[in-house]
């Protein structure tokens, strides 16, 4: 399941990235859309969150937008299949200073499966057909 949080402070949201990391989520499974407060923002810098700045004006990032690491808050927003109408709510919501905090259980789930020693490739919901076959090569 995909997830959008909103909080209106630092404080708040890194209180939210606390709990979410003791409920086993990895930093690397959040992202976080946001105005880029530069030098207010620098605290991400040492960790493995994805961060998505907001451009307040209808850009994407521009040049640099397309090589940086950081992928502008509209197309994450787009890639992650939400409609249209939300997004530009989300956006709008940026816009005014507020904290997009986006994450899925998807990778957590995986995580546990793998340590519960469950398969979870393609191949393991492959059903097998053990009925004789008249071209039994024995």
């Known amino acids: 399941m995909f997830y959008t949080?909103?909080?209106?402070?630092?404080?708040?949201?890194?209180e939210r990235i606390e709990e979410l990391k003791d409920e086993d989520y990895y930093e690397e499974d959040l992202h976080l859309a946001?105005?880029?407060?530069?030098?207010d923002m620098s605290w991400l810098e040492y960790t493995n969150i994805h961060f998505h700045p907001h451009h307040e004006e209808a850009s994407d990032g521009g040049f640099k937008g397309i090589f940086s690491?950081?992928?502008?808050?509209?197309?994450?927003?787009?890639?992650?299949?939400?409609?249209?109408?939300?997004?530009?709510?989300?956006?709008?919501?940026?816009?005014?200073?507020?904290?997009?905090?986006?994450?899925?259980?998807?990778?957590?789930k995986r995580r546990a499966d793998d340590q519960a020693g469950k398969d979870v490739?393609?191949?393991?919901?492959?059903?097998?057909?053990?009925?004789?076959?008249?071209?039994?090569?024995k």
């Open 69 to 108: 690491n950081k992928e502008p808050s509209a197309r994450y927003l787009y890639k992650t299949g939400t409609d249209e109408e939300t997004v530009e709510e989300y956006l709008k919501r940026l816009s005014k200073g507020e904290y997009l905090l986006c994450y899925s259980d998807h990778y957590k």
């Open 5 to 14: 949080e909103f909080y209106s402070t630092q404080e708040e949201l890194l």
């Open 121 to 137: 490739s393609s191949e393991s919901n492959l059903e097998v057909d053990t009925t004789d076959s008249e071209y039994d090569y």
């Open 34 to 39: 946001s105005l880029d407060k530069g030098d």
